[in-house]
């Protein structure tokens, strides 16, 4: 057996060279973790970043959902084991999986875990005030962005959460499809978000490192204003689902003659029953105080409330 004092010195040779990958850390007898303190330090604050495969971080970050423990261990997992098999220390040193208490909106249906985990991954790379503005802008793409358009493993319906909160982003979805929590339907969509995050943030990242341009953003051509006739009013109402709903009512004398929908982000399928029923039956009633379409809750809701808005301008 070799003195611990040669065995000492044979490992701060090694570590020296950098040969030790973080495995073997795990396995240092205890005699020579004194060695260890002499020669291992924290990386700089903040980590060098370093670019990853996109796909690999996508494919990556789904699995992770269901073997780390939901959405937000699964975005910091995705993106710094993808980094880690890439690069090696010190991107391989972190589990993933200490973030696991942040699934489901952190236990509360706050923020959305996804989003968690990738602030996380941003603020080991990042100053604070880049940080911040990396979070602000993933904020706002994640407000907007139909989820999940990332289906592996089955199709689905997607929804618009207009929120980076759990309750609403999620509720949406499952109003949308009736699905429960634990249905796989549900985790198969809370999945696909997760990924897609992961790869949203890596291309915040490149972007912000140089590494990627941004991309060009053309100016919506100016949007033509509808040529209104004398009985004729434009309504919006705001669903919790698609976004903003614009509907056109047409007055004949004191009577509603007609409902036109003219634009909306509703899930397709899902809320053609709303838009077919609710105008009918607002004319039929002669009033907006009609029942809302089983399964299209929130869409018959939005729409309701888009004619009231166009009634309460008829003089």
């Keep these: 057996m070799k003195p611990i004092e040669q065995t000492r010195r044979e490992f701060l040779r090694a570590a020296g060279k950098g040969v030790l990958g973080a495995a073997a850390l795990t396995a240092i007898p205890s005699v020579l973790k ?5 020669t291992a330090s924290a990386p700089a604050y903040p ?3 370093q670019q990853v495969d996109k796909d690999a971080v996508l494919k990556h970050t789904y699995d992770c959902f269901y073997s780390h423990g939901g959405c937000c261990a699964a975005v910091f997992a995705g993106i710094m084991e993808t980094m880690g098999e890439a690069y090696g220390a010190p991107y391989n040193v972190l589990n993933g999986k200490m973030f696991a208490n942040g699934a489901a909106g952190y236990g509360v249906a706050s923020l959305c875990g996804s989003l968690g985990g990738a602030c996380a991954v941003i603020g080991l790379f990042c100053e604070a005030e880049d940080a ?3 979070r602000d802008q993933l904020y706002e793409w994640y407000k907007v962005e139909p989820f999940p358009s990332y289906q592996p493993e089955m199709e689905s319906v997607t929804t618009v959460a207009n929120s980076v909160l759990c309750a609403d982003s999620v509720g949406a979805y499952m109003e949308a499809t009736g699905y429960a929590m634990s249905d796989p339907g549900r985790l198969a969509r809370c999945a696909g978000l997760s990924a897609e995050v992961a790869v949203k943030t890596i291309e915040l990242l490149n972007i912000h490192f140089g590494f990627e341009a941004a991309p060009v953003v053309e100016e919506a051509p100016a949007e033509e204003e509808e040529t209104l006739g004398e009985n004729e009013y434009i309504g919006v109402g705001t669903s919790e689902i698609g976004g903003e709903i614009k509907v056109k009512v047409t007055m004949d004398g004191d009577k509603i003659a007609k409902i036109e929908v003219l634009s909306h982000n509703e899930t397709a399928g899902i809320a053609d029953p709303a838009f077919a029923q609710i105008p009918e039956a607002i004319i039929a009633a002669q009033s907006t105080s009609v029942d809302a379409v ?7 809701e939005a729409l309701i409330a ?3 808005d166009a009634l309460s301008q008829v003089k």
Excluded: H, I
Excluded at 294 to 300: F, V
């Design 47 to 49: 980590w060098t970043y």
């Design 132 to 134: 911040r503005a990396l």
């Design 306 to 308: 888009a004619v009231n």
């Design 294 to 300: 089983t399964g299209a809750t929130k869409t018959s």
């Design 34 to 38: 004194p060695a260890l303190a002499e």
